[in-house]
C-alpha cells in the first residue's frame, strides 16, 4: 500500500508540476548562475526566501527538482488528513512553528547529508505587501551545522494566472556563522544580513527595476 501511495503521490506531483509552469511560467534571473549551481549541486546547502504565497512550497520545490531539494512545510499544514499522504511521499520536511520542537533540523541536516539542499522561509508565514517581517534565525542554525552555503531567491510579483512568474536567484551570502560572540546574537544579525539580501536583489533585478 505504502508503494502504491508514493507512486500516486509522485504522479500527482508530475501532473501538478505541468499544469503549474503552464498558468505561471518560470523566468528564472540569476546574480551568478556558476556560484548557485556549483552550491545547489554539493548538497549542502541552504536555500531562503521571502514568502508570498501558499503556492510558493509547491512552485519553487518543483523549480529546483533537478538539484533534489527538500522544503520546509509547517506541520499544521503537514498534517492535513487529505493531504498528507502526500506530504509523506515528496520532498517535505514538516517544521512545528508552535512549539519548541527541534526535530526539523535533524532532518533537515540528515537531508543535507544525503546531498539534498534545504528550502526555507525565515519569516514563517506569508506577507502579501512585499515588505518582509523579521527572519527567525533558525535557518542559519541549520546552515551553521551543517557548515553549508546559504542561497537567497527572491519571489518577485504574485501569482496569477498565465503571467510569467519571476524568480531572481542570488549567489551564497558571504557571511561567517562562526564568528566571536554568542550565537543567538551572531545568527540574528546575519538573518539580518540575510533579509536585507532579498532587497537588494529585488531592488537590482526585479521586474519593477526592468521595466
Not at 47 to 69: E, Q
Not at 75 to 89: A, E, M, S, V
Request: glycine share 6%; net charge positive; with cysteine.
Amino acid at each position: 500500500m505504502e508503494i502504491l501511495k508514493r507512486f500516486a503521490a509522485k504522479l500527482a506531483f508530475a501532473i501538478a508540476n505541468g499544469v503549474i509552469r503552464i498558468l505561471y511560467p518560470p523566468k528564472v534571473t540569476w546574480e551568478d548562475k556558476k556560484a548557485t549551481k556549483d552550491a545547489l549541486k554539493k548538497g549542502n546547502c541552504v536555500v531562503y526566501s521571502n514568502h508570498t504565497s501558499h503556492v510558493d512550497g509547491f512552485y519553487m520545490t518543483r523549480l529546483f527538482g533537478k538539484y533534489r531539494v527538500h522544503t520546509f512545510v509547517a506541520r499544521d499544514w503537514y498534517d492535513k488528513k487529505k493531504i498528507n499522504w502526500l506530504f509523506r511521499n515528496l520532498p517535505y520536511i514538516p517544521m512545528n512553528r508552535q512549539e519548541m520542537d527541534t526535530s526539523w533540523l535533524s532532518m533537515g541536516l540528515e537531508k543535507m547529508n544525503e546531498g539534498c539542499p534545504i528550502y526555507i522561509f525565515p519569516e514563517g508565514h506569508t506577507s502579501h505587501t512585499g515588505v518582509m517581517d523579521e527572519f527567525k534565525p533558525g535557518f542559519l542554525m541549520l546552515a551553521r551545522q551543517a557548515q553549508a552555503q546559504v542561497v537567497p531567491v527572491v519571489i518577485d510579483g504574485e501569482f496569477k494566472v498565465f503571467h510569467r512568474m519571476h524568480i531572481i536567484v542570488g549567489k551564497p551570502v558571504e557571511m561567517d556563522l562562526n564568528e566571536e560572540g554568542r550565537p543567538s546574537v551572531v545568527l540574528k544579525k546575519y538573518a539580518g544580513v540575510c533579509r536585507d539580501r532579498i532587497y537588494e536583489l529585488r531592488d537590482t533585478y526585479g521586474v519593477k527595476k526592468q521595466s
